[in-house]
């Protein structure tokens, strides 16, 4: 097995790591493996919250303490392990969090220019998700006009952020039961703006030091993140941009062309990247780029971003986080286009070995050694057209280092909780009905929401595609957003064939009914909202119980990184679902906070963590979880049954 080999499974990545070695190119691989993590604030001792400190509170070794241990283990200010553990936690969620809702302030605001015609050549595509939103918020439709209404859809969006009071306005579409909870709980998030604050508030030296307590508000923020910023996102793209419908695209570094102009779209927001992709069909730009010996544009993504594009467009995925570096080392990507959100700093410095400029294009997120297009949404063209033209007058500088691996796949995305209700009940009855029956009879195990992040502390999509082999081998139906899709799109999972492949019987045997995937893409990480809409659907059907936390489902970010991550954990943890997160755990400074989080969310929630690193175990985590939930829902028995009659039928099929 050679180095690269041990740090990735996905080929190209493997490939493109070997190149980057030959060519000097430093890594997040390499960084990763010249810098240990701190094993103080892996575990979340370490506060430095203010000028007294930092403070580390380390755990003895063995992690066993006496009581006089546990009295001397305090920060200057007397602040022991659990509240430190805690509060670094929920800094993470209100980071999470934040960066979340501002992507969906940031489309709001659109949205709002865009009703207002103030911001020209976006129009709004999905009319009857924007009626179907001015029902559920009570604004007028009678014979006003769609930009009259989506005016006041895009105030009311907005003033969801700075809400003082209340509760957010999308916790209504929450099974009844579980507001309820979240009320009781104390739970229920007010303003999306106002809960990160308080976070900040009450983790400022001095101020919160029960880490109950701290941790309730972070479930709060984290809900305002899922219910409120990430939804927000999630619907107002849809409608601005269009709900997305299943469509078949390609993934990996293979969807880069020798001969045309590469521009990868990486980041977050789709509001410059959909332009983009407009831009890169205009006559005039194709036109440019054969005069500069192309034979045209090329346009992938990576990141989330590459997702939104993707649902919307089938714009190939070039890779997904830990391939952003080496999408640069093939030496044919002209232009690299970055937004906010997982970019690497180093991509200038990687960029300088080749001919590849970097563009920068929100005031929010500028890297120096970048060159910097602010993105105007007033003048989104004209933006966009400055972009592509960069990458087109940088074609004819590609250098003679070029290599390209041959790895790409097929996969279908496109799945919206909308389509996923249409493609199981037919155009004319939309419902999860049949997903519900299926579940209740054993076909369908359970339903495992596998997500987020790559990080170079584990193997590279490995432990992703694992876990996910393992689910679906188990009749657990995975549902996907974020760079977990690609992992699992690069090893041909969502293809429908993969059904057959390596799915269960039971599984197999509803996808090739309904023609879809055992694994299904909905989008990027913002759309784990969609997730939220299509776990609420299940309820609403009926038969699964009458709460989130009835249904046999669970979650896992098996190679997450970001505070993003753990901010989506929370408001899956909060709305009732178990998750299990791989790579660290961070709180494991505290015995208290971690045993709280994996034992004790469950009596206040019905969800709750779980750390597991080995895909395999995790997954069986999930599976033994889905059983739990089933066996309380009595249709264990109709699995066993299921289970015994392909059991005959296979000896059937033997004799
Ligand atoms: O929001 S999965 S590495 S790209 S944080 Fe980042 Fe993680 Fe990828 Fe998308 Ni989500
Ligand atoms: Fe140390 Fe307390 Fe200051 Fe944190 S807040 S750095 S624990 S003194």
């Known amino acids: 097995m050679t180095d690269a080999e041990t740090r990735s499974i996905d080929k190209a990545s493997i490939e493109m790591l070997e190149k980057a070695a030959s060519d000097g190119v430093n890594t997040a691989f390499d960084r990763a493996e010249e810098m240990s993590p701190c094993p103080i604030g892996m575990v979340g001792s370490c506060c430095k919250h203010c000028g007294m400190g930092p403070c580390r509170l380390t755990l003895p070794r063995g992690r066993t303490e006496t009581p006089g241990e546990k009295q001397k283990r305090r920060g200057v200010c007397g602040a022991t392990a659990e509240t430190i553990a805690a509060r670094n936690f929920i800094r993470m969620i209100a980071g999470g969090a934040s960066a979340h809702s501002d992507h969906g302030r940031g489309v709001a605001e659109l949205f ?22 001015a029902l559920e918020w009570g604004v007028e439709i009678g014979t006003r006009s769609n930009e009259e209404i989506a005016i006041d859809i895009g105030e009311i969006a907005l003033k969801e952020f700075g809400r003082q009071g209340g509760e957010l306005l999308f916790l209504r579409r929450a099974p009844l039961k579980r507001q309820e909870l979240w009320r009781q709980q104390g739970v229920a998030p007010r303003g999306i703006d106002r809960e990160v604050v308080e976070i ?3 983790t400022h030296m001095g101020v919160d030091q029960d880490y109950q307590n701290l941790l309730k508000q972070g479930t709060r923020a984290a809900l305002a993140d899922g219910w409120g910023g990430s939804m927000i996102a999630t619907e107002l793209q849809d409608i601005l941009f269009g709900t997305p419908t299943p469509l078949l695209s390609q993934v990996n570094l293979g969807v880069l062309k020798k001969d045309e102009v590469n521009i990868i779209i990486h980041g977050h927001e789709p509001l410059l990247s959909e332009m983009i992709v407009a831009a890169a069909e205009d006559p005039e730009m194709v036109e440019l780029a054969k005069s500069k010996g192309a ?14 594009i993707l649902m919307r467009h089938g714009v190939p995925l070039a890779g997904n986080f830990l391939q952003q570096e080496l999408a640069l080392v093939t030496g044919a990507v002209d232009a690299m286009v970055v937004d906010v959100q997982c970019i690497f700093q180093s991509l200038p410095d990687v960029a300088q070995c080749y001919h590849t400029k970097i563009i920068t294009t929100s005031p929010k997120a500028k890297i120096a050694g970048a060159i910097h297009i602010e993105f105007d949404e007033h003048k989104a063209m004209e933006s966009a057209k400055e972009v592509v033209k960069t990458a087109i007058e940088n074609f004819p500088r590609r250098g003679s280092n070029i290599r390209i691996p041959e790895e790409r796949h097929d996969l279908i995305a496109g799945f919206s909780h909308e389509t996923i209700n249409y493609l199981l009940g037919g155009l004319f009855r939309a419902s999860y009905r ?36 393992e689910l679906i081998k188990n009749d657990v139906l995975v549902v996907q957003t974020g760079c977990s899709a690609m992992a699992a799109a690069k090893a041909g999972l969502l293809v429908p064939e993969a059904a057959a492949k390596y799915a269960g019987e039971g599984l ?12 299904l893409h909905l989008g990027a990480c913002v759309d784990n909202s969609r997730i939220l809409m299509a776990v609420t659907a299940m309820v609403k059907d009926g038969g699964l119980g009458d709460d989130i936390s009835d249904l046999p489902v669970a979650g896992a ?9 753990i901010s989506i954990g929370q408001y899956f943890v909060g709305s009732g679902v178990f998750t299990v997160f791989g790579v660290n755990w961070p709180t494991l400074g505290s015995d208290e906070v971690t045993k709280f989080l994996f034992e004790g969310s469950e009596a206040m929630y019905g969800g709750m963590w779980a750390f597991e690193p080995d895909p395999i175990k995790a997954a069986h985590l999930m599976i033994e979880h889905i059983d739990k939930k089933r066996k309380a829902l009595g249709i264990d028995k109709a699995r066993e049954r299921i289970l015994y009659d392909m059991e005959m039928r296979r000896e059937l099929d033997a004799v």
Do not use: F
């Open 295 to 308: 034979k045209g544009i090329n346009l992938a993504g990576i990141c989330c971003t590459a997702n939104e």
């Open 434 to 469: 049949p997903l519900n029956d299926n579940i209740i009879n054993g076909r369908i195990r359970g339903v495992a929401g596998v997500v987020g992040c790559n990080n170079p502390r584990v193997t590279h999509d490995y432990v992703h595609v694992a876990m996910i082999k």
């Open 200 to 202: 900040m508030h009450r």
């Open 508 to 519: 197999a045997s509803v996808c090739e009914t309904v023609g879809i995937p055992p694994v």
């Open 557 to 565: 970010a098996p190679e997450w990184m970001s505070e993003k991550a």
């Open 112 to 133: 709002l220019a865009v009703a207002k015609g103030e911001a020209p050549g976006y129009t709004l595509k999905d009319e009857q998700k924007l009626l179907q939103l």
